[in-house]
C-alpha cells in the first residue's frame, strides 16, 4: 500500500509509536510518506544542527519523511500558534506530497487536530486510520473564556475527525468510551495498547554504576523515572513513602515542572529516603530499572486523563520489572490482569503507603515471578509486532472499504 503518515512529532523527538510503525510498515513492504514538523520536542525550540525550511526531506528505503516549518516558542502560550502554523504548513506542502494515497494514517494528539482537519478537506476522500491519544474532555467553566473557546474548536475538530475516519484506533479500553461518547461510530473503533521503544527497553543487568546510582543498602527500592509533574502527582508517593521510615526508599530519576515542589515536600517531611537522581539517557534506563526493585507508576485522577495508559507501563512491563501502580481505570487493570505488580487508586497517599510496605514485604524470587509475568503480557498485548500487525490490519480494511464502496470513501 501506498500509506501517508501524518504527526506533529516524530524522530528524533521521543515519537516513537509513529516512528516505529513508519519503518516497521517500510520493512513489511509498503511505501510510506510521514509528514510532520522540524524536532522541537521538549524545549520548545528546533534541535542544535536543524534549520526550518521548505522541502525538506529524507529517503530510506520505502520511507520518506518530509519537515515543514512551524512557530516554535519556549512556553506553552505559543503552543496555539504552533499547532496552526503546523496545519497551514501541512496544507501548503501535503495536497501535493500526500496524493495517490491508499490509506492516511494520522497519529491524533491535540497538536495535530488543526492540521488533520484541514489536510482532509483538501485531499477529499481518503480512508483514513484515526490513532487517537489524547481525548480533549469538556471545557473547564473555571478557564479564561479565550481557553474555553480554543478547546471548543479543538473538540469541535475532533469530533469531524471521528465522523470521516473509517477506523479510530484507542489505546485503551477506558478511552473507546470517551471516543464513543465524542460521536464515533461503535463499528468504527478498535483497541490497539501502545508499544514500548523495544530497542531500549528490555530485561537487562545492573552494572556496578546503575547499582551505585539506586541503591545504598538491601532496603527495597521503588523507582520513578520520568516526568515530575502535574500530571504524576508524586507528592502523593512522598508522604508515603514517609510514612515508611527506612523500611524502603523511593528514587525519583527525572525532572520537571513539580520538582522543586516535590523536593520541598520531601525536605520538609523530613523523608530521609526520597532520594532524587538528575534526568538520564533513555539508554541508561534499562539497567536503572533492574538495579531497583520495582517501578512506579503515577496517574492522577484528572479528566484528560481517564482512558489514558502512561508509556511508562509499557516500558516497565518491557524490562520484566515488577509494578506499583498509584492509578485508575486501565491502568490498574493491565497490571493486576498481567499478575504483574500492586495497584491502588490514585492520589491517596495511605493506600499507597500500604503497598510500598506489601512490595517491601514480598519475597525477592515472587517480584521476580511478577516481571517475568509483566514481560510475557507486553509481548502478548502490548509490544511492536502485535500493534503494528493490528494498525496494518486497520490500513488493509479502510483500503478495502474504498475499493467495495468508492463513493462513501
Known sequence: MRIGILSYHFPPEPAFIPGSLAEELAARGHEVRVLTGFPDYPGGQVYPGWRQRWRHQTHSDRLTVRRVPRYTGGDGSARAASWLSFAGSAALSGRRYLRDLDALYVFQRPAVTPAATGLLRLLGPVPTVLHVQDVWTEADPARPAESRRWTGRLESGLRRLYREAGVIVVGAPSMRELVLAGGAAPD????????????????????PAARRLVRRDDRCVVMHAGTIGVRQGLETAVRAAAALGDRMDLVLVGSG??????????????ADNVRFVERRSPADMPQLYAAADYQLVMQRDLPELRGAVPGKLQAALSCAAPVVASAGGDTAELVEQARAGLSCPPEDWAALADRFWLAA????????????RGRDAYLGRMSLRAGVDRIEDCLRRVTADRVKNPKSA
Open 188 to 207: 468504527r473503533v478498535r483497541t490497539v495498547l501502545n508499544w514500548t521503544d523495544e530497542r531500549l527497553f528490555r530485561p537487562a543487568e545492573p552494572g
Open 257 to 270: 515542572a513539580e520538582e522543586r515542589r516535590v523536593r520541598g515536600l520531601a525536605a520538609e517531611l523530613g
Open 361 to 372: 514485604a514480598i519475597p525477592r524470587d515472587a517480584r521476580r515471578d511478577m516481571g517475568r
